[in-house]
């Protein structure tokens, strides 16, 4: 018996043989049951994803016959759009144990649409996370537009959500050259592990992530707008590792505005019973998963960057909240964190 069986499922024209993969390298440090697909390759595969079928059935086909009672999937692009093709054969073959996936821009431009657009019924989901970069979006006629997955069960839509990420289509993927796939990486293990996925040595921790989102403010700044709004970010990715040739390997990306999936916005997400914010224009948080990361790891500065104002206004000055705000500031000082702390002293906030 397999018990938790990963999948990972890599983007159109990249293979687990690229070290600079996320996906990739992800499912090589994967201990236990575990599959990968390469991303679909030559002519008809780049332009309609020829070959995702047989992964599919090839996937799901071990999935079952090794009996796993739980499947992880995380996918890049098609690679998304795999996974969602994979849970929709385990659901249609009665697979009762519970799906969990995080998937990277999952975008519609293939021929499995009909496949891999919508989760079925019958399926036992877990959770649902979309990790969206800031110019991909739900809108029509965008170069990588995105698989909108509307769950045909309403069970669905508690259990689905949406991270923003800072980037473009491939920034995610690029875990060793850009600090946005380095904290893609770290949010997909996360994730993963916490649904059970092993990938061996240490585990990927609040403080590792915290770093992980202060280094993109270092590597790729903002401009803002009249209003003072975030309105473009400088994106750094690395021409040799996941760019086609031609590519700019820095350039201004337009922050997008993006629909969110189930309700998140509502339910408080997946951090529990915290009210739920959109971080698009925060001057330091990008997303949920980063505040939550951060108020984990220095509360007390939590409240005076992105707490509640009233109360911070009210208590901000309080003796014991002084104090605790010195000693996170002093952890900080003390060298354990460069990034958070260049970055905040970049912004001004420290």
Same mark, same amino acid.
Request: charged residues 20%.
């Given at each position: 018996? /397999?018990?938790?069986?990963?999948v990972?499922?890599?983007?159109t024209?990249?293979?687990r043989?690229?070290?600079?993969?996320? %996906?990739?390298?992800?499912?090589?440090?994967?201990?236990g049951?575990k599959?990968?697909?390469?991303?679909p390759?030559?002519?008809?595969?780049?332009?309609?994803?020829?070959g995702m079928d047989s992964?599919?059935?090839?996937?799901?086909?071990?999935?079952?016959d090794?009996k796993?009672? /739980?499947?992880?999937l995380?996918?890049?692009?098609?690679?998304g759009?795999l996974?969602?093709?994979?849970a929709?054969?385990l659901?249609?073959k009665?697979?009762?144990g /519970?799906i969990?996936?995080v998937?990277?821009?999952?975008?519609?431009?293939s021929?499995?649409m009909q496949?891999g657009?919508?989760?079925?019924?019958r $399926?036992k989901?877990? /959770?649902?996370?979309?990790?969206?970069m800031?110019n991909?979006g739900?809108?029509k006629?965008?170069?990588?537009?995105l698989?909108?997955?509307?769950?045909?069960?309403?069970?669905?839509?508690r259990?689905?959500?949406?991270?923003?990420?800072?980037?473009?289509?491939?920034?995610?993927?690029?875990?060793q050259s850009?600090?946005i796939?380095e904290?893609?990486?770290?949010?997909? &293990?996360?994730? $993963?592990?916490?649904?059970?996925?092993?990938?061996g040595?240490k585990?990927?921790?609040m403080?590792?992530l915290?770093?992980?989102?202060?280094?993109?403010?270092?590597?790729?700044?903002v401009q803002?707008?009249?209003?003072?709004?975030v309105? &473009?970010?400088? %994106?750094?990715?690395?021409?040799?590792?996941?760019l086609?040739?031609?590519? $700019?390997?820095?350039?201004?990306q337009?922050v997008?505005?993006?629909?969110?999936?189930g309700?998140?916005?509502q339910?408080?997400?997946i951090f529990g019973?915290?009210?739920?914010t959109d971080?698009?224009?925060s001057?330091?948080f990008f997303n949920e998963?980063h505040?939550a990361?951060?108020?984990?790891?220095?509360p007390?500065?939590?409240?005076?960057?992105g707490?509640d104002?009233?109360?911070w206004?009210?208590?901000?000055?309080?003796? &014991?909240?002084?104090?605790k705000?010195?000693?996170e500031?002093?952890?900080?000082?003390?060298?354990?964190?460069?990034?958070? &702390?260049?970055?905040?002293?970049?912004?001004?906030m420290?």
């Amino acid at each position: 018996m /397999a018990g938790v069986y990963s999948v990972f499922n890599i983007g159109t024209g990249h293979t687990r043989r690229e070290p600079n993969n996320t %996906i990739g390298q992800l499912y090589f440090h994967c201990i236990g049951a575990k599959w990968v697909n390469d991303g679909p390759g030559g002519f008809f595969g780049s332009l309609f994803g020829s070959g995702m079928d047989s992964m599919c059935e090839s996937t799901a086909k071990d999935i079952l016959d090794r009996k796993a009672t /739980a499947v992880n999937l995380t996918g890049h692009s098609r690679g998304g759009v795999l996974c969602h093709m994979i849970a929709n054969d385990l659901a249609a073959k009665d697979f009762a144990g /519970a799906i969990n996936m995080v998937v990277v821009d999952p975008v519609n431009q293939s021929s499995h649409m009909q496949k891999g657009k919508e989760l079925r019924k019958r $399926m036992k989901l877990g /959770a649902y996370v979309a990790i969206v970069m800031e110019n991909v979006g739900f809108k029509k006629g965008l170069t990588f537009p995105l698989t909108e997955v509307e769950p045909l069960d309403k069970q669905y839509s508690r259990e689905m959500y949406v991270i923003n990420m800072p980037g473009t289509h491939g920034s995610g993927t690029q875990c060793q050259s850009s600090a946005i796939g380095e904290a893609v990486r770290g949010i997909i &293990k996360y994730l $993963m592990t916490k649904w059970g996925t092993n990938f061996g040595g240490k585990p990927m921790t609040m403080e590792k992530l915290v770093e992980a989102f202060a280094k993109i403010h270092i590597e790729s700044p903002v401009q803002y707008d009249k209003k003072g709004k975030v309105s &473009k970010r400088l %994106i750094s990715d690395d021409a040799k590792g996941m760019l086609a040739k031609g590519d $700019m390997t820095k350039q201004y990306q337009s922050v997008g505005r993006h629909e969110q999936i189930g309700t998140m916005l509502q339910t408080g997400g997946i951090f529990g019973e915290w009210a739920a914010t959109d971080y698009r224009d925060s001057p330091y948080f990008f997303n949920e998963f980063h505040a939550a990361s951060f108020r984990e790891v220095f509360p007390a500065l939590y409240e005076r960057f992105g707490g509640d104002k009233a109360w911070w206004q009210t208590h901000g000055n309080d003796a &014991k909240h002084l104090t605790k705000v010195n000693a996170e500031l002093n952890r900080i000082d003390g060298g354990e964190f460069p990034f958070t &702390k260049r970055s905040l002293e970049q912004l001004g906030m420290i």
